[in-house]
């Protein structure tokens, strides 16, 4: 079964960089979500099998990169520029195909989460 683990999280200043792992096994799409204090959680990032086809939300779009290594069933947000309003936990989350979405929904695999926090 797949089982999203992230890692690279922690305390950055505004306009830092700090980049975000996820290990997970299976040729599946993978998507990094965020939810921050008072909000829902949100789709930031996500990333097909092939690598080939890459989506972003608009807040993010500039700034963060996703990437992924398939021999090390790898996948990273590298996160520039960041901003007080990245603030969040980040998940990561993988589908059940090799395609990837925007949705929550298609998302049936996700990790614990790891806290980002960006100071001034």
């Known amino acids: 079964q797949v089982q999203p683990v992230e890692s690279g999280g922690g305390l950055v200043q505004a306009g830092g960089s700090l980049r975000l792992a996820c290990t997970a096994s299976?040729?599946?799409?993978m998507g990094w979500f965020r939810h921050a204090p008072g909000k829902e959680r949100a789709f930031v990032a996500s990333i097909t099998w092939s690598g080939l086809n890459t989506y972003y939300a608009d807040s993010v779009k500039g700034r963060f990169t996703i990437s992924r290594d398939n021999a090390k069933n790898s996948v990273y947000l590298q996160m520039n520029s960041l901003q007080l309003a990245d603030t969040a936990v980040y998940y990561c989350?993988?589908?059940?195909?090799?395609?990837?979405?925007?949705?929550?929904?298609?998302?049936?695999?996700w990790g614990q989460g790891t806290q980002v926090t960006v100071s001034s």
């Open positions: 299976g040729r599946t799409g």
């Open positions: 989350a993988a589908t059940r195909s090799g395609g990837a979405t925007t949705r929550e929904m298609d998302y049936p695999y």
